[in-house]
Nanobody, 126 residues
Framework: VQLQASGGGLVQAGGSLRLSCTASGRTFSSGLMGWFRQAPGKEREFVGT????????SYANSVKGRFTISRDNAKNTAYLQMNSLNPEDTAVYSC????????????????????WGQGTQVTVSS
């Protein structure tokens, strides 16, 4: 299984970016696809995730109302739409996938995800 993330880049504060994560080698119709980020000198943190079976989402408080995750089951792809970006959003963003259902309270734990893609850099200038 491979996860391919794309869409990072440099954007000014207040701008938007959309990240994509496509899975190949397996269909995640009953699992999760999520995003985590890690800024320099900081620990990796949960950003958000979406369930492939019912489209339910969960977000970190720091991005609620600004970021939206959607998915295209037919393409085995999830998208992270990031709006109203600020310099604190600067980080390497990585997508992760899980191929089985799990209770909602566990969705923000990196350890429950089975597969990880390479990171994509998002830089927000002030």
């Amino acid at each position: 299984v491979q996860l391919q993330a794309s869409g990072g880049g440099l954007v000014q504060a207040g701008g938007s970016l959309r990240l994509s994560c496509t899975a190949s080698g397996r269909t995640f119709s009953s699992g999760l696809m999520g995003w985590f980020r890690q800024a320099p000198g900081k620990e990796r943190e949960f950003v958000g995730t979406i369930s492939f079976w019912n489209g339910a989402t969960s977000y970190a408080n720091s991005v609620k109302g600004r970021f939206t995750i959607s998915r295209d089951n037919a393409k085995n792809t999830a998208y992270l739409q990031m709006n109203s970006l600020n310099p604190e959003d600067t980080a390497v963003y990585s997508c992760a996938a899980r191929n089985r259902r799990i209770i909602t309270s566990e969705w923000n734990r990196a350890g429950v995800y089975d597969y990880w893609g390479q990171g994509t850099q998002v830089t927000v200038s002030s």
